[in-house]
């Protein structure tokens, strides 16, 4: 009996990585960022994305990371899959964080990051056709994931909790 050796690629903050059996994804920090997995159902290929703000039209410099803004990093991810062989018609979401990590006193719906993150990537995802099959999104917790493209499971660690497996 063989074993494979497994490699954990790690996805930093406003980043993105796609990866193939029997390499590991994972990202940590999400707070009100969101980490969102896209993967091929039927290969074993994904993709990971770790976005900061909603919206590219909120950056202040015309030559801004794309893989910053929910709404360009998942262009990016969804184009870059299909690059590297993936299905559309196979491809699945799962999404991790967008908590709102401080209370707020004001009403602003500008402060709602965590929120509104989550709102961007599900319209992002929606736009492309690609179902969100799981998710672990909101409260007041930062979050680290990992995704095995074998299993198609996200694990999910909060901070003092157990991991979940979704």
């Known amino acids: 009996m063989t074993s494979i050796e497994t490699t954990v690629v790690k996805v930093g903050i406003a980043d993105l990585k796609i990866i193939q059996f029997p390499q590991l994804i994972r990202t940590s920090g999400l707070g009100?960022?969101?980490?969102?997995?896209?993967?091929?159902?039927?290969?074993?290929?994904?993709?990971?994305?770790?976005?900061?703000?909603p919206y590219s039209q909120q950056g202040k410099q015309a030559n801004t990371n794309p893989y910053k803004y929910a709404d360009t990093a998942i262009s990016y991810l969804y184009n870059e899959l299909l690059k590297r062989g993936a299905n559309q018609s196979s491809l699945?979401?799962?999404?991790?964080g967008g908590a709102q990590m401080f209370q707020l006193r004001t009403g602003s719906d500008l402060m709602r990051i965590g929120p509104r993150n989550v709102e961007s990537v599900e319209l992002a995802l929606a736009e492309f056709g690609i179902p969100i099959?799981?998710?672990?999104v909101g409260g007041n917790l930062g979050r680290?994931?990992?995704?095995?493209?074998?299993?198609?499971?996200?694990?999910?660690?909060?901070?003092n909790q157990e991991v979940i497996m979704i």
Do not use: W
Not at 92 to 96: E, N, P, R, S, T
């Open 133 to 136: 099959v799981s998710k672990d």
């Open 92 to 96: 699945k979401a799962k999404l991790a």
């Open 32 to 53: 009100s960022c969101v980490g969102t997995v896209i993967y091929d159902d039927k290969k074993e290929i994904a993709g990971l994305s770790h976005v900061l703000l």
């Open 144 to 159: 680290t994931i990992e995704f095995d493209p074998r299993s198609k499971l996200l694990a999910v660690r909060k901070i």
